[in-house]
T-cell receptor
Framework: EAQVTQNPRYLITVTGKKLTVTCSQNMNHEYMSWYRQDPGLGLRQIYYSMNVEVTDKGDVPEGYKVSRKEKRNFPLILESPSPNQTSLYFC??????????????FGEGSWLTVV | AQSVAQPEDQVNVAEGNPLTVKCTYSVSGNPYLFWYVQYPNRGLQFLLKYITGDNLVKGSYGFEAEFNKSQTSFHLKKPSALVSDSALYFCAVKRAGGYSTLTFGKGTMLLVSP
C-alpha cells in the first residue's frame, strides 16, 4: 500500500530534550516536506526536500533541522524542543516537485507536546 | 506572496442539502489549486485539484469545485451532504510554473447534521 509513515504518532517530551520524528514513504517520491498544523493557522511548511541531499527552509524553520540521506526518509529533528513547538506535525511527499501540479500525499500526523 | 482565504471557520448544513465551502486565493500568475479533507485524528486526504482546462473539477466522494479566475475563487461544492462529510477542509494554492511552495488556508470545519 502506498503510504507516508510517521513515528511516533504521539509524544510528550520535556523542554530541551532532543527528539526526532521519522518519516518514510514507499512511493519513490522525489519531493518531501514537513508541515505543522496549529489552530487558526492552518498548515505551515517547516522544511522541504526536492531530492536526496537537497533541503531548504519553508515558512517556519526556526528550531528544526532535517536531513535527506535516502530518498525514502526525511526525519524532522528538534535539537532543543520548546513549548511553542507543541503542535501536530505532518510529513508529506510528492512524485516530483510541484511545478506540474503533482498531488501531495500526507502522513497520519504526529502529535507532539513539549512541557 | 501567495495566500489563501477561507472566510468561514465553520459551515453547518443539514444532511441531504447542498453544501459550499468557500476559498479565495491570491497568487502571481496562474494558480494550481487543491482541496484536502482532514477527518478527526487523521492526515490530510486529497480531494481534487485544478491545474488547467475545464473550470469545473470533479473529485472524490462526490465533491466538485469551480475555478473562477475573475473572482479568484475555488469554492468546494457537493449537491447532497452526508453526515460522514463532517470534517475539516483545506484549500491550497501554488503558482503554476517554476517552484513555489504550496500555501494552505486556515481550514473550514464542515458539520453536517442528521
Amino acid at each position: 500500500e502506498a503510504q507516508v509513515t510517521q513515528n511516533p504518532r504521539y509524544l510528550i517530551t520535556v523542554t530541551g530534550k532532543k527528539l526526532t520524528v521519522t518519516c518514510s514513504q514507499n512511493m519513490n517520491h522525489e519531493y518531501m516536506s514537513w508541515y505543522r498544523q496549529d489552530p487558526g493557522l492552518g498548515l505551515r511548511q517547516i522544511y522541504y526536500s526536492m531530492n536526496v541531499e537537497v533541503t531548504d527552509k519553508g515558512d517556519v524553520p526556526e528550531g528544526y533541522k532535517v536531513s535527506r540521506k535516502e530518498k525514502r526518509n526525511f526525519p524532522l529533528i528538534l535539537e532543543s524542543p520548546s513549548p511553542n513547538q507543541t503542535s501536530l506535525y505532518f510529513c508529506a511527499s510528492s512524485p516530483g516537485h510541484l511545478d506540474s501540479g503533482n498531488t501531495i500525499y500526507f502522513g497520519e500526523g504526529s502529535w507532539l507536546t513539549v512541557v | 506572496a501567495q495566500s489563501v482565504a477561507q472566510p468561514e471557520d465553520q459551515v453547518n448544513v443539514a444532511e441531504g442539502n447542498p453544501l459550499t465551502v468557500k476559498c479565495t486565493y491570491s497568487v502571481s500568475g496562474n494558480p494550481y489549486l487543491f482541496w484536502y479533507v482532514q477527518y478527526p485524528n487523521r492526515g490530510l486526504q486529497f480531494l481534487l485539484k485544478y491545474i488547467t482546462g475545464d473550470n469545473l473539477v470533479k473529485g472524490s466522494y462526490g465533491f466538485e469545485a469551480e475555478f473562477n479566475k475573475s473572482q479568484t475563487s475555488f469554492h468546494l461544492k457537493k449537491p447532497s451532504a452526508l453526515v460522514s462529510d463532517s470534517a475539516l477542509y483545506f484549500c491550497a494554492v501554488k503558482r503554476a510554473g517554476g517552484y513555489s511552495t504550496l500555501t494552505f488556508g486556515k481550514g473550514t470545519m464542515l458539520l453536517v447534521s442528521p
